[in-house]
Structure formats: C-alpha cells, structure tokens
C-alpha cells in the first residue's frame, strides 16, 4: 500500500492505495465520526463489492446500511440525489453517520454532494473502483449533479475524510471504463508533469495489460499531481482550473450527445486533442507536439476526433461552463507540452477552424 495526503490543515485526509484495501477496515475506522456509516453504491459495483465491504466493517463493529442506486451518468441528476436523501431519512441517518461513496465518478459526485447537503454536512469517505475516479474524481473535494444544460454545474466543494483507492477493482472494470480512465491520468502529464508524460508514452501497453506496478504507479503519481494543486487552489481561484484540460470541450461532447453516450473520459480525450489544436492555431504547439498528444490517446484507445455537432452548439454548450468569467469562455491551453494554462485570450477565427476543422467521423 501506499498512501499520500491532501494538506488542508486541520482538513488533511490520506489517499491510500494498493490492492486488498476493501478487506482492510482499520483504514476506514479512524475517519468516522461513529460506528455507523451509510454506503451508496449502483448496480454495477454494488453485486461485486457491497456484501465484501460491509461485511468487513460489520466484523469491525460498524452498523451499515446502503442504498443502490441506478448506474450511468444519465442518473447523475436531482432525482437520484433524492433517491439518497430519502434513503437516509428513511433510516434515519444522523450527523454523524458517515457516507461512504463505493463506485466510480458518478456515485462519488452523487455521495459526496448528498453528504455536504444531508443536515447540512456529514462525514464523507471516497471509496473509489474505477481508474478515472481513483485518479480523480475522489480527490479534492468536487462534488455535484448534471443540468441538462450543463455538466457538473450544481454542486459543492466538500472534502472527504479518506480515499481508499483498491486498485484490485480494477480488474473488473471493463476495456472501455479502463480507457476512459486514461483519459484523465494523461492530463497530468500534458499539463504539468512532463516526465510523467513521457513514462506513459513509455509503458501505455502495461496499463492497457493491467499490469500491476505500473497502474499502481499511475494512480500514485496522478494523485499526487492532484494532491499538489488542491492543497494549493482548493475551490479553483487559479490553477487548479488547469485540472480541466478538454474539459470544456469534452462536458460540450457529453451534454450534445446526450449524457452516457459518450464516457466522461472519451470526452475529455477528444476535448484534449481540440485543445491542442487550438493551442497549435495560436502559436503554441508544434504539429509535432499535436501528433504526439493524438498518438498517445490512440494508444490508449480513446477517440480522438470529437463529433461534428457544429460550431453554434459547441458555443452554446461551452457558453455554461464553470470557466466562464465576464461573459467569455476560458480555455485551458498548452504552452508546450507539460506546461499549461487558463486563458480568454485566444482569437475566434482559431477557434471556429478548430471547431469545425478537427472534429467529424473517428479515424
């Protein structure tokens, strides 16, 4: 196991990670505030890992109850939030009884955004199963719901008390989510960690086998990328924006497709590669650079070409964006490769080739 922490003072929190964690209860007990926690987990992960978790934290002493909820992003919305309160109410949850968030992204959103509103604030725990939450989502305290007109724009900053990250659940998660992951771990390396990009560049086939080490590595440098910004920007004043690397392209891809078809990390890799291109049309980026970046995802089975949906509705999307200040959307852009920053600064006619240029049909 290794374990990192998230320096917010008196709010630090550690990030353990290694396999076997769910059979490891005395990692969980030191962070709730009583024996009793409530588990919300989905379909999906619930008939693999519930009975296993709980039992381990029953054997410990812990009272457990837990409410399945329906699995996609297309449940990421206020009726499956309510589905959580009336769960709590219905067991009559107190102030103390601690939510644990068992699954990926979209649970670990839903949870945590139920914890910071039930009573207004209980303990939280992340209890992570995908690559993509495990490297990001359960980390740094982002915490919401979709609109219909925009992804992720109802929430709350609400830090956990622990990441337990079991990297042995990731040999259930399918081909596509563990990709979808990738997504998310290259972004450290494109924005801030060249190294790093240039070890994946590297050991891509490894991730890709499963190979232990080298997610275990992955997850742990990722994290750590995270870790660091938080603790510096933890509610997104600055730099941690640059965490939304494709981001605002990729939530457009999401929203204008309609919210599953395409995984949160298909479209943060797609959203990535415009932004390249865009920081190509401005001067920035080689088109060796942009190769580069292309030939990585590819290599990592994402999609690199965003669908055609059409410049107006990418404005339109992108236009309810969190990023958005004074009217005009910001941009994470690429300087060179693993250096990145956040900018409104960028000319129309650039954007517009790029919008109608670098999307259409996959390669």
């Keep these: 196991m290794q374990t990192l922490s998230v320096d917010l003072g008196d709010r630090a929190y550690p990030i353990h990670i290694g396999p076997g964690l769910l059979d490891r209860a005395e990692l969980v007990l030191p962070h709730l505030a009583r024996n009793r926690v409530f588990i919300v987990t989905n379909?999906?992960?619930?008939p693999l890992y519930l009975n296993r978790f709980s039992e381990c934290l029953v054997r410990a002493g812990v009272q457990v109850e837990a409410v399945v909820l329906p699995d996609g992003e297309a449940y990421k919305n206020w009726q499956t939030l309510n589905d959580i309160f009336d769960a709590?109410?219905?067991?009559?949850?107190?102030?103390?009884t601690t939510l644990i968030a068992l699954g990926g992204g979209v649970i670990g959103d839903l949870a945590g955004f139920a914890a910071a509103c039930y009573l207004r604030g209980v303990p939280f725990v992340q209890v992570p199963t995908t690559l993509l939450a495990q490297v990001d989502s359960s980390v740094g305290g982002k915490t919401g719901?979709?609109?219909?007109?925009?992804?992720?724009?109802?929430?709350?900053?609400?830090?956990?008390?622990?990441?337990?990250?079991?990297?042995?659940?990731?040999?259930?998660?399918?081909?596509?989510?563990?990709?979808?992951?990738?997504?998310?771990?290259?972004?450290?390396?494109?924005?801030?960690?060249?190294?790093?990009?240039?070890?994946?560049?590297a050991n891509m086939d490894r991730l890709l086998a499963r190979d232990a080490e080298a997610l275990t590595h992955a997850i742990h440098?990722?994290?750590?990328?995270?870790?660091?910004?938080?603790?510096?920007?933890?509610?997104?004043?600055?730099?941690?924006?640059?965490?939304?690397?494709?981001?605002?392209?990729?939530?457009?891809?999401?929203?204008?497709m309609g919210y599953g078809a395409w995984l949160h990390g298909e479209?943060?890799?797609?959203?990535?590669?415009?932004?390249?291109?865009?920081s190509r049309r401005l001067g920035l980026l080689s088109?060796?650079?942009?190769?580069?970046?292309?030939?990585?995802?590819?290599?990592?089975?994402?999609?690199?070409?965003?669908?055609?949906?059409?410049?107006?509705?990418?404005?339109?999307?992108?236009?309810?964006?969190?990023?958005?200040?004074?009217?005009?959307?910001?941009?994470?852009?690429?300087?060179?490769?693993?250096?990145?920053?956040?900018?409104a600064d960028y000319d129309a006619a650039a954007l517009r080739a790029t919008l109608t240029e670098d999307v259409g049909a996959a390669d």
Aim: glycine share 10%; charged share 25%; net charge positive.
């Design 43 to 46: 379909t999906t992960v619930g």
């Design 88 to 96: 709590l109410l219905t067991h009559r949850a107190e102030r103390k």
């Design 145 to 201: 719901i979709n609109h219909p007109l925009g992804k992720n724009m109802i929430g709350a900053f609400y830090q956990p008390r622990l990441v337990l990250a079991d990297t042995a659940t990731l040999d259930t998660l399918p081909d596509r989510e563990l990709s979808a992951g990738l997504a998310e771990v290259i972004k450290y390396g494109l924005i801030r960690d060249l190294p790093f990009l240039e070890w994946l560049e």
């Design 221 to 256: 440098r990722s994290c750590l990328n995270k870790a660091e910004v938080v603790a510096a920007d933890e509610r997104e004043a600055g730099q941690r924006a640059l965490l939304n690397l494709g981001h605002t392209f990729g939530h457009a891809i999401e929203a204008g």
């Design 267 to 278: 479209g943060v890799a797609a959203g990535t590669v415009l932004a390249a291109q865009l």
């Design 287 to 343: 088109a060796g650079d942009v190769a580069r970046v292309i030939a990585l995802f590819r290599c990592a089975r994402l999609p690199v070409r965003a669908p055609a949906l059409g410049h107006d509705a990418y404005m339109a999307h992108m236009g309810i964006d969190k990023k958005v200040e004074d009217g005009r959307i910001r941009f994470v852009l690429l300087r060179r490769l693993g250096e990145a920053f956040v900018s």
